[in-house]
Structures are given as structure tokens and as C-alpha cells.
């Protein structure tokens, strides 16, 4: 069993993005600028946002982090984004979700102008992706793509199975793992909640992408000898033996899976120090292409 490792792999890609950035600075170009927005004061979302701001720091990106508190309208969340759109200093940005209930969450990511949209969210960008062409690719599964590709798993013509059909992470992964090209011609099959017979379909698979969000969902029993497990899940599960008093846990039952697995994520250290190496690269991209457009 091979442990697919994010936070190894996350920190060659920072340090591969910090090479270009002092490349940028030498040739005494504008380094990439990232803003961060983050309404109210969810504990994990707060971890987060925290994460992404320490990450541009490490490669050597600007970082503008805009905390605004639970009581935040509607509309003064769309002045922001609007003000955001509009400045030119601001490479690329992302609006860090969940957002308040009486925020309409659809509304504000349309409102995010597609050549900023880092997190790949707009219709825009998820359309240009599903085309396969050049675009901000959503940063979990690109990260997942990625991972992939440098472990070189071999994809092609095998059988991958995703649980879960959230547009951030399942449906994306799933038309990513079929697509021409690195990392896909898999023949997908997409599960979520009214899939029936889910144990009998995951272990056809020789591939299985988990982004439900239920601790140790995926049992030893669920999985064929040799499969890859990518385990997308993090979810807070209270203990109070535990300082924090919660640890993470993934979708899968990692102490029984890992036994019959060829290829397999931890959590954490998988796909999450994966998902912020990418939005790194979606922000070094987004920066490039400013450049390039004068
Ligand atoms: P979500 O929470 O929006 O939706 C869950 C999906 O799971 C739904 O599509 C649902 O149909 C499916 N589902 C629920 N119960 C099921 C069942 N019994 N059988 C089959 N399918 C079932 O999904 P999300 O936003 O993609 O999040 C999923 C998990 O991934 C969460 O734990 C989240 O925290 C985590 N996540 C991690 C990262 C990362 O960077 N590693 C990024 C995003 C999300």
C-alpha cells in the first residue's frame, strides 16, 4: 500500500509556485495578490481561511484577509465583492462558505467575476471546465487530479466510483476522472444518497473518490483488493479526551480500507493540504494572466 500523501506532495507544488514568485520579483513584475472573505465565526471555516492566508505567505504571495461579522447583509457582502471585482490590485479571490443563512449563498458566487474566481465556482469557470478548457478548475478536485498524477495512478479505462455529487468537490471530480487527458479517460460512476446498492458498486470499482462527510462511512467490505481510496472527507467529530475537543475524521475507515488498498489518502494529510496548494496555483494563474492582458 502506497500512502498518497498531500501535505508531502502540497509542499513541493508551494515550493515549485515560490520559485515563480521570485522569478516574478526579479524581473520586478507584480506578485500574485490573493483576498480571502470570511463572514462570521465558524470555528473550521476560520481554520481555513487561516490555512489560505498562511499559504501565500509561505510562497510569497499578497494576502488580504476581509472579516466581516454575522450580522452582514446581503447587499453589504455584494458591495465587497463588487469592490473586490473592481480592484485591480486583487488578483483572484474566494468567498469562504458556508455563508449565514439569510445570505443567499448562489447569489454572492454569481457575483464573483469569472476572471477572479479562484475557487472555480462560477458557471463560467465549471462550464469551461466540463469543455475542458483553460479555466480555474475548483481546487479539491483539481488537487485530487493532481495527486494523481504525480503518484502516477493509472486511470484510463478503469472503473472510478465517486460518493457524493456536491458541484465543489463530486460532480466536478467525476467529469474531471473522465475526461481526455491526464489523470482521466476513467469510466465514471457518480453515487450519492438515492444510489441504491452503494457496497455492491464500490467494489466493482478500482478507483473510489469519498466526499460525503461521514466518519468511516467506507468499510474494508466496500472495497476490492488493490483499489485506490481517495478520502475527501473532514468532518469534526466531538471528543473530550482531546485538547480541541474534536479530532478530524475522513469518510473512510482508514485502519481496516488501508489493508486492501493499492493507493490510499490519509486524513488528515491528503486531499485538504491538496486543496489549498491548488488554490495557490489557481491564483498564480489568474495572476499570470493579468500580466499577459496588460
Ligand atoms: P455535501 O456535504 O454538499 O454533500 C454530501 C453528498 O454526499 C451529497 O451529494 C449526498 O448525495 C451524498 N451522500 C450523503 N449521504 C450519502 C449516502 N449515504 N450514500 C451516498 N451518498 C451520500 O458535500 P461536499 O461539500 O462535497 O463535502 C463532503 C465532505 O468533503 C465533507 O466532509 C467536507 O467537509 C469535505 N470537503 C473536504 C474538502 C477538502 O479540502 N479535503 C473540500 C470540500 C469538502
Redesign the pocket.
Known sequence: MTLLDGKKVSNDIKDEIAAEVQQMKARGEKVPHLAAVIVGNDG?SLTYVGSKVRACKRVGFESTLKQLPETTTEEELLELVNTLNQDPDIDGYIVQLPLPRHIDEEKVLMAVHPDKDVDGFHPTNFGKMALELETFIS??PF?IIELLQRYGVETSGKHAVV????????RPISILLSQKGPAGNATVTL?????QN?PEICRQADIIVS????PG?LKADMVKEGAVIID????RVPDETRERGYYIS??VDFEAVSQKASFITP?PG???P???AMLLKNTLLARQRNRDNG
Open positions: 473550521a481546487a479539491t488537487g460518493i457524493g455529487r456536491s458541484h465543489i468537490v463530486g453515487t450519492h444518497s438515492r444510489t452503494l466526499a460525503l462527510g461521514v462511512f475527501v472527507g473532514i468532518t475522513g469518510d486524513v491528503g486531499v485538504g491538496m486543496t489549498i
